[in-house]
């Protein structure tokens, strides 16, 4: 019951699961897509991670665990109007070497968590203190995951062209499939038109990221030597 279904439906903007103040209430998992500074992003709500005598619920946990397992970035939720109890603790222990952000929600109320305790798990740059219900504190959860996933896109080695948007990887890939095709109609002696539309749709396709599209300059030069027919 520490609000991570309230948190999806926030940044979803939109009541997409149900929310109860009785624990346990999540016991499959419910996926979503959200872009974040221009990072797409899959959202996966699971089960909370408790000790629980129901197997149903035990089913949701063991659950819980195999995404977090398979997930990129974790973003644990700690409900900071309670101590921290055992069930909590077993989660920040769990983040150690893992890619994560902590969450303390219900920030609009008084906090009963020790941030103290929970530097010792998570560096303070990924703690951050939010509200479902206000909305308090959500533009730095998004900054905090941007600042995350870009650093690692960052540290990729030199030379590599990293792309954090799903637009540009779009428009990457159509350019290539059109410069292939321009090839492949070079190499087969097809007219110059259909070469021109090859050429024109690769580099517009490139033009959308870049902001530029320079199509008349480019095809105009190489064109030049050529008589094209209507």
Do not use: W
Not at 1 to 17: F, P
Not at 48 to 72: F, M, N, P, Q, S
Not at 196 to 207: I, P, T
Not at 221 to 229: D, L, M
């Amino acid at each position: 019951n520490g609000g991570k279904s309230s948190l999806l439906n926030r940044l979803v903007m939109k009541e997409r699961a149900i929310v109860s103040p009785v624990p346990g209430t999540t016991r499959d998992f419910i996926e979503e897509s959200i872009d974040v500074k221009g990072i797409p992003l899959r959202l996966v709500d699971t089960a909370g991670i408790r000790v629980t005598g129901d197997e149903i619920e035990r089913t949701g946990v063991a659950l819980a665990k195999k995404k977090a397992g398979e997930a990129e970035l974790i973003i644990a939720v700690i409900d900071g109007s309670a101590a921290l109890d055992e069930d909590d603790y077993e989660v920040l222990r769990s983040l150690q070497d893992k890619q994560s952000i902590l969450v303390v929600i219900k920030a609009d109320i008084e906090l009963k968590v020790n941030e103290s305790d929970l530097m010792e798990y998570s560096p303070p740059e990924r703690i951050v203190r939010t509200s479902a219900k206000t909305g308090t504190g959500i533009e730095e959860l998004k900054n905090a995951v941007s600042s995350l996933l870009r650093g690692n896109a960052g540290r990729a080695e030199a030379g590599e062209v990293v792309l954090t948007e799903l637009r540009h990887k779009l428009a990457i890939e159509k350019a290539a499939e059109s410069f292939s095709s321009f090839l492949r109609s070079l190499d087969a002696g097809e007219s110059p038109e259909f070469l021109a539309l090859d050429l024109r749709v690769a580099l517009d396709s490139l033009g959308e990221i870049t902001g530029e599209v320079t199509t008349e300059d480019v095809l105009g030069r190489i064109f030049s030597k050529f008589c094209v027919g209507k």
